[in-house]
């Protein structure tokens, strides 16, 4: 049920920004763009969610392509804190709201 | 105000035996979800539960089941063991009825179960 495409993995350098990529081709209207992430040993933590226009928060900065098939997450300076497996989930308010992880993105933050 | 947290934190089972795994939601959730993460991979939903009832359900055989209480707190129960059932379970916990509709969910640390 994952709809979602992500790298396996990347590296940043410490205090760089970081764009995480998410593709989503087959995302409906009714389609909500989740992140989480994931650090070790802790459960996943909300970064941002979206619907068709980009969104920012204290965290991080969501930006949605105009036909809505993939998205970005930016982290503006990435610092040790966040490396982590980042995930890029659809939710369907129609469907319910469980949601389906991928595999994800683990970010690598190089000192 | 507590988030969400689960009990125990790790557990050790061997084949066959039946396991219960406790989750609080955070103050003020009334819907709570169950997930499976099996090392290296991303979390898969097991099921979730609002107004005591399962609402919505993966794709799990009915050795899962799991409880609702009056107070939101859920169960989660696993019979009949697996070795493939050792895994990091997580619960979430959400808000069925809040504003807003993406009912985002924030999750526990997880209970570690192994079978051995």
């Known amino acids: 049920d994952a709809k979602t495409t992500q790298p396996n993995s990347m590296e940043s350098n410490e205090e760089e920004p970081v764009h995480l990529p998410c593709n989503h081709s087959?995302?409906?209207?009714?389609?909500?763009i989740h992140w989480y992430r994931q650090l070790p040993s802790q459960g996943p933590e909300y970064v941002i969610h979206g619907l068709t226009s980009n969104v920012n928060n204290r965290m991080a900065s969501l930006a949605i392509a105009e036909d809505r098939k993939s998205s970005t997450l930016i982290l503006h300076r990435a610092t040790l804190r966040d490396a982590a497996v980042y995930y890029c989930i659809l939710r369907d308010v129609r469907a319910g709201n469980q949601f389906y992880f991928g595999t994800g993105t683990s970010l690598t933050v190089i000192p | 105000d507590a988030g969400v947290t689960q009990s125990p934190t790790h557990l050790i089972k061997t084949r066959g035996q039946q396991v219960t795994l406790r989750c609080s939601p955070k103050s003020g959730h009334d819907t709570v979800s169950w997930y499976q993460q099996a090392l290296g991979q991303g979390p898969q939903f097991i099921f979730q539960y609002y107004e005591e009832e399962e609402r919505q359900r993966g794709n799990f055989p009915d050795r899962f089941s799991g409880h609702q209480f009056p107070n939101y707190s859920s169960e989660l129960n696993v019979n009949a063991l697996l070795l493939g059932d050792s895994a990091l379970y997580l619960c979430?916990?959400?808000?069925?009825?809040?504003?807003?509709?993406?009912?985002?969910?924030?999750f526990g640390p997880g209970t570690r179960l192994t079978v051995l």
């Open positions: 087959t995302i409906s209207g009714t389609d909500y």
């Open positions: 979430a916990s959400s808000l069925r009825t809040g504003r807003d509709l993406t009912d985002t969910q924030y």
